[in-house]
């Protein structure tokens, strides 16, 4: 009997893994090294790397490999291991940042044997020497990350500081043409070169800055544009307050628009020229932050 119960339970397993390769479409599966110990290691990796009918990760805490499957029309290798690095596992990749590794479990803290042991030129050499065949190029780098970040992030912010000054100048046709840029600028931003706390709010906000970008280049209606506008802003500067500026950039607030309830906007300047109205209140609204 007790031969015949774990023989369905291993069918039912079998059966549930394979219901969720068939929901995936546009598959591809590849197996990678992801490091790890124990049994609450494999949970913990899994549920990080999963989606739902986008990606599924099966994790062998003897082998330490990884089966990804994941639609690759959704998503990629790289994201799928940069969610699970953000959980505290590295991979052959990216590396997990110091301070979640440490807050993992005893039993899940494994031997970091890609990780440098010290930050100096012959450290380097060690790890060229020893590694060799890793893109390390591609993993996590505290010393690398702010001006990595930087360039990555920089067409981001510029073309929607493009936008705004299309807005306020009240020009449907370039707010479009701007909007458009935006939207490739976020399309291209290489995530490996993001600090770990630029990451986590990219992950968050991408897919709502394309969106709203689009629904601008999209549209020839200055009033909905601005609709499109204000929510934009909101992403783009829970973007901002993670990523180091080259200089000041300054959060204001109208407090009239939207029937009085109000909408913000990231400029480069402190003097206020509202996007949301124009030459109709140019100067409506004030600074309330200022990220450097």
């Known amino acids: 009997m007790k031969s015949t119960a774990k023989l369905l339970m291993v069918i039912v397993v079998l059966l549930s893994s394979v219901n969720s390769f068939a929901q995936i479409k546009n598959a591809k599966t590849e197996t990678i090294k992801i490091y790890g110990n124990c049994g609450m290691c494999k949970t913990t990796i899994e549920k990080a790397g999963n989606i739902k009918k986008v990606a599924n990760v099966e994790w062998n805490k003897d082998t330490k490999m990884a089966t990804l499957t994941y639609d690759i029309d959704k998503t990629s290798q790289d994201e799928i291991l ?12 990216f590396l ?8 993992l479990p005893g ?3 494994y031997d970091r044997a890609l990780k440098p042991v010290a930050k100096n030129k012959k450290a380097d050499m060690d790890m060229g020497s020893g590694h060799g065949s890793h893109d390390h190029s591609k993993m996590a780098s505290s010393e690398k990350a702010p001006a990595q970040s930087a360039s990555q992030l920089t067409a981001v912010f510029d073309n929607y500081f493009s936008v705004k000054d299309a807005l306020i ?19 291209i931003v290489d995530m490996s070169k993001l600090s770990a706390e630029e990451h986590t709010v990219w992950m968050k906000v991408m897919k709502n800055i394309a969106a709203n970008a689009e629904g601008i280049s999209k549209s020839k209606d200055i009033s909905k544009q601005r609709e499109a506008f204000a929510t934009l802003s909101t992403n783009v500067y829970e973007l901002a307050r993670v990523s180091k ?11 009239m628009y939207n ?7 990231l400029s480069k300047e402190n003097a206020v ?20």
């Open 82 to 93: 940069k969610r699970i690095a953000l959980a505290g596992y590295d991979s052959e990749k």
């Open 96 to 103: 997990a940042p110091d301070d979640v590794y440490a807050k």
């Open 259 to 265: 029937g009085g309830r109000g909408a913000n906007w």
């Open 245 to 255: 500026q080259n200089a000041s950039v300054y959060y204001q607030h109208c407090p």
């Open 169 to 187: 100048k009240t020009d449907a046709t370039n707010a479009s043409d701007k909007a458009a840029a935006l939207v490739k600028s976020v399309g």
């Open 107 to 109: 039993c899940c803290q």
């Open 273 to 292: 020229k509202n996007p949301y109205y124009g030459s109709q209140m140019l100067t409506c609204g004030s600074t309330v932050e200022t990220l450097k």
